[in-house]
């Protein structure tokens, strides 16, 4: 799978680097990256709800996907903003 960064062009990506992103590019690389890591379970029982200040808050349906997004926090915020091309999550906070 290519990244979102690599599907779009340089002189726009120029541009976005000044910008953020938006709130709905940000979910779904979210989604994204939690259906790779947890699959189609994964992706039902997490749900990005809000993102205020660099800050992604999630919800989660059980206290089991709690936990295991708790251990994998790190390393999803890493590969989102790494698919994103920037640093647009710097804490991902659990609702």
Excluded: C, P, Y
């Amino acid at each position: 799978m290519k990244l979102i960064s690599s599907l779009i062009n340089k002189n726009f990506l120029e541009k976005k680097k000044s910008q953020a992103w938006d709130e709905k590019s940000i979910f779904f690389a979210f989604e994204r990256i939690i259906k790779e890591e947890f699959g189609n379970q994964g992706a039902k029982n997490l749900t990005a709800t809000f993102l205020k200040n660099k800050r992604l808050f999630v919800e989660h349906k059980s206290s089991v996907w709690a936990s295991e997004l708790n251990l994998n926090k790190e390393e999803i915020k890493n590969r989102i903003n790494k698919e994103l091309g920037s640093e647009e999550i710097w804490e991902i906070k659990i609702k």
